[in-house]
């Protein structure tokens, strides 16, 4: 299993693009340089299975709809978070965007997605139905998780509270993964888990 990371739309979202031989999953395709996803795509050979959210926000999710449909695969998110995704247009920001309908339900009983073996952490906070996705050695951590940082929780879908217990539960994990954030650099859980300072306090 491979990644590719893009730096992609409006406020630089993180996009990935996890793949094998012959076929990928991305995840958080934001609206802006879509071509770009799409381009590696093509030069790759690679036949996208699957549209994958780590939580619906205009910024995660605004690409989401083009490209399950110019793939006719599905787009996955946890069920608390398909009301936003679905009205992505109505962000705070007012940047351009397309709302995206997510058509499966990422909870954490889902094991594979289209041949990818995946383990799903339920970790909302940032928003209801935020999540950490593992593939591999690889934490997709959304914005639940950041290199020194942690994801806003004073937004209209926020909740400080499980915001506490979501850190909590990716502090008690006991195996190490690279991480991928939403925003940032890449971090490694293991170093968050020490020296994050959200993480340090509890
Ligand atoms: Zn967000």
């Known amino acids: 299993m491979k990644v590719k990371q893009f730096i992609l739309g409006g406020i630089e979202t993180n996009t990935y693009v996890v793949y094998d031989d012959d076929k990928c999953i991305v995840i958080d395709p934001p609206f802006d340089n879509f071509d770009t996803v799409e381009r590696f795509v093509d030069q790759m050979n690679l036949q996208p299975v699957a549209v994958v959210l780590t939580h619906g926000h205009f910024d995660h999710c ?3 709809q ?4 110019k793939y006719n695969v599905d787009i996955w998110a946890h069920p608390n978070d398909w009301h936003l995704a679905q009205s992505a247009e109505f962000n705070l920001w007012r940047m351009p965007c397309n709302n995206a309908y997510p058509t499966k ?11 990818f ?22 934490m997709f951590a ?22 506490v217990q979501s850190l909590a ?9 690279v991480v991928y954030s939403g925003h940032g650099v890449s971090t490694v859980l293991s170093d968050e888990q020490k020296n994050n300072p959200y993480l340090k306090l509890l």
């Open 62 to 64: 605004g690409g989401a």
């Open 66 to 69: 083009k490209l399950a449909s």
């Open 105 to 115: 339900q990422l909870t954490e009983d889902v094991t594979q997605i289209q041949g």
């Open 117 to 138: 073996d995946v383990q799903v952490l339920h970790t909302p906070g940032h928003t209801e139905g935020s999540v950490c996705l593992i593939l591999g050695d690889v």
């Open 142 to 163: 959304g914005d639940t998780l950041f290199c020194r940082s942690v994801g806003r929780t004073d937004l209209a879908d926020s909740d400080p509270q499980k915001m």
């Open 169 to 177: 539960k990716l502090k008690a994990i006991k195996q190490d993964y």
